[in-house]
């Protein structure tokens, strides 16, 4: 009996087929939207942490406003910071920005970058060629520097920048590294260029050319086992101290916590998207509905004689059930297929590995499933229920 009911289900739709196509279009739409949706935020996102874990995993950002009488923070409060149980390393964020001689032209607004070795050891993949600023660099305040691979095309062209030099504020500076950033996100504190035209320096340099005394920024590293709260509590009460217990005089941000709050926003902004691409979906059960609703009608004959023949209304109830939610399921497999081409496309656009969602398949899927069983619920039970002598002489 089931599979009478499948051939005839199929059968009917079948027969219609540019009205079936255009039934289930909503459906399609539907699916099409929530699965490439769903997959292609979930992709980026994906992307957007690892890069955001790999960079502000088990760091704790400082940002020192100071007050009238103390700016910023001393040589002798990073000691005491690093001194704070769970506290492994800290890297100041000392910037300014420049203009660098080039072949007889001046590049203007260069993002000049202070780093200490501690930087480089924590972001070992930050270097693609030569070497990183060393312990060294910083007692000796030597003359090297680290420049972003779009600073090297532009400075030397299609020559390797390893070894050149570069005058900065009228002193020759010897290029030791290159970086790549493209498509990273940098150390969570480094102000970039918008072109990621960047030069790092000891920090210790920065400072003596800017004339800083002190540092307004600095990123602290957590032992992986260290308690976050804990440490986050012994910077603020080593602040307070020092700052006079004065308001607004600094910024402590756990990047961990940071990260929790920015996965919970991802979240809410998944499920706006998939409520929003589910209105096409009941904009598609409603076409069902119709469809289902003037098939009836026009079969009032079929199911008067089947029904005088002896089929019960249960059996009529699923045979028009089965075709609605056949049309519906039939929407949610091409709208599959079109939202994972779709993603593998974006995937492929944008530069993000692709991510098979199990979460948005099923949620496509088992929404038309679900819209196929509700929105023909009401014609099955209308056919069920006709008197098979009115069917019979409705003809």
Request: glycine share 10%.
């Amino acid at each position: 009996m089931l599979r009478e009911s499948l051939k005839m289900s199929w059968k009917n739709i079948t027969h219609n087929k540019l009205r079936s196509f255009l039934t289930i279009l909503g459906i399609v739409i539907g699916v099409t939207a929530i699965i490439a949706l769903i997959t292609i935020v979930q992709g980026v996102i994906n992307n957007v942490n690892q890069q955001f874990e790999s960079v502000g995993a088990n760091t704790i950002v400082v940002q020192a406003y100071g007050t009238p009488l103390k700016q910023g923070l001393s040589d002798k409060d990073l000691e005491a910071l690093q001194d704070i149980d769970g506290i492994v390393g800290f890297a100041p964020t000392v910037t300014a920005t420049i203009d660098v001689p080039n072949r007889g032209n001046i590049e203007e607004n260069i993002v000049l970058d202070g780093k200490n070795e501690v930087y480089f050891r924590r972001n070992p993949d930050i270097v693609v060629e030569g070497r990183g600023i060393n312990i060294l660099d910083i007692e000796n305040r030597n003359r090297v520097c680290v420049i972003s691979r779009e600073m090297e095309q532009k400075l030397f062209m299609s020559e390797s920048g390893i070894n050149q030099t570069i005058t900065i504020d009228g002193v020759r500076y010897t290029v030791v590294g290159i970086t790549d950033t493209s498509g990273k996100l940098d150390s969570v504190m480094t102000t970039m260029a918008n072109n990621n035209e960047v030069i790092m320096i000891p920090y210790t340099n920065v400072m003596y050319l800017s004339g800083a005394k002190n540092i307004m920024a600095v990123e602290l590293y957590m032992d992986a086992t260290a308690n976050s709260q804990s440490v986050v509590d012994g910077i603020k009460s080593y602040l307070n101290g020092a700052f006079n217990y004065k308001d607004d005089s600094y910024a402590v941000i756990e990047m961990n916590s940071l990260l929790d709050m920015m996965k919970s926003m991802q979240g809410m902004m998944q499920t706006m998207l998939a409520g929003i691409a589910s209105i096409a979906l009941l904009v598609g059960g409603i076409g069902i509905m119709n469809m289902m609703l003037v098939s009836v009608t026009e079969r009032t004959t079929e199911i008067g004689l089947r029904k005088a023949l002896g089929a019960e209304p249960r059996t009529i109830q699923i045979q028009f059930l089965m075709e609605a939610v056949m049309l519906s399921l039939l929407g949610g497999f091409i709208g599959l297929a079109l939202g994972l081409g779709l993603s593998l496309g974006a995937a492929a656009l944008i530069g993000y590995d692709f991510v098979l969602s199990g979460s948005a398949i099923g949620l496509g899927v088992g929404f038309s499933a679900a819209v196929g069983i509700v929105f023909g619920f009401t014609p099955a039970k209308k056919a069920s229920e006709l008197n098979p002598i009115d069917a019979l002489r409705s003809n």
